[in-house]
Every structure is written in C-alpha cells, then in structure tokens.
C-alpha cells in the first residue's frame, strides 16, 4: 500500500525548532521531486519547500528561506524538514508528497505544528 507518514510536528514556543519527517511506504521516493506543502487555517495551501530526485537543488518559499531546511535520505526511504526559528505564522498541517513534472503524486496525512508562546 502507497502511503506516506508524516512525523514530528507538535508545540513549539516562537524562536524553537522542530525536525519532521515523513517515511514512505509501498513505494521508492528515489525518482521523485519531494516537497513539504502547509496549510494554515483559513489559508490556502502553500508550497514551502522542495528537493530535486538527487538532492542536488532545493526551493523554499520566501518566508522560510534560511530558517528551514529539506533534505532527503533515498536509502531510507525519507525526507525531512528541519525547521528552526520557528514563528507564529508557521502554525500549520505540513503535508509531505512525492512529485513528478511538477505534480505530486503521493501526499502525506499531515502533521501539525504550533508555534506559540
């Protein structure tokens, strides 16, 4: 079965930091584009970062540009987002999926991270 399972998200105070992961299962995310999507409530759903199928080129929205950081592990079967800095506007479910020209094929259920103090 396909699946993809975030982890990792959960309470942080402002300036905290947090690491979430996401495993897939049924499936090798090694030809993939993997990114991180989040959506905060009332919001749309934003795409917040991603990494290349060798790893060799990643992309982060403006906001979280030096803050955050995507990396991949193929032998695993992971990718991972660590997040530092954290603020009150990172509150959100981050979603973790596996693209191909450009569309996710596979997404994650969500974790959620709350930034407050």
């Known amino acids: 079965q396909v699946r993809l399972l975030e982890s990792g998200g959960g309470l942080v105070q402002p300036g905290g930091s947090l690491t979430l992961s996401c495993v897939a299962y049924?499936?090798?995310?090694?030809?993939?584009?993997m990114t991180w999507y989040r959506q905060a409530p009332g919001s749309d759903r934003e795409l917040v970062a991603s990494i290349t199928a060798s790893g060799g080129r990643t992309n982060y929205v403006d906001s979280v540009k030096g803050r955050f950081t995507i990396s991949r592990d193929n032998v695993r079967n992971t990718v991972y987002l660590q997040m530092d800095s954290l603020e009150p506007g990172d509150t959100a479910v981050y979603y973790c999926t596996a693209a191909q020209v450009g569309r996710p094929v596979y997404w994650g259920e969500g974790t959620r991270v709350t930034v407050e103090g």
């Open positions: 049924g499936f090798t995310i090694s030809p993939y584009t």
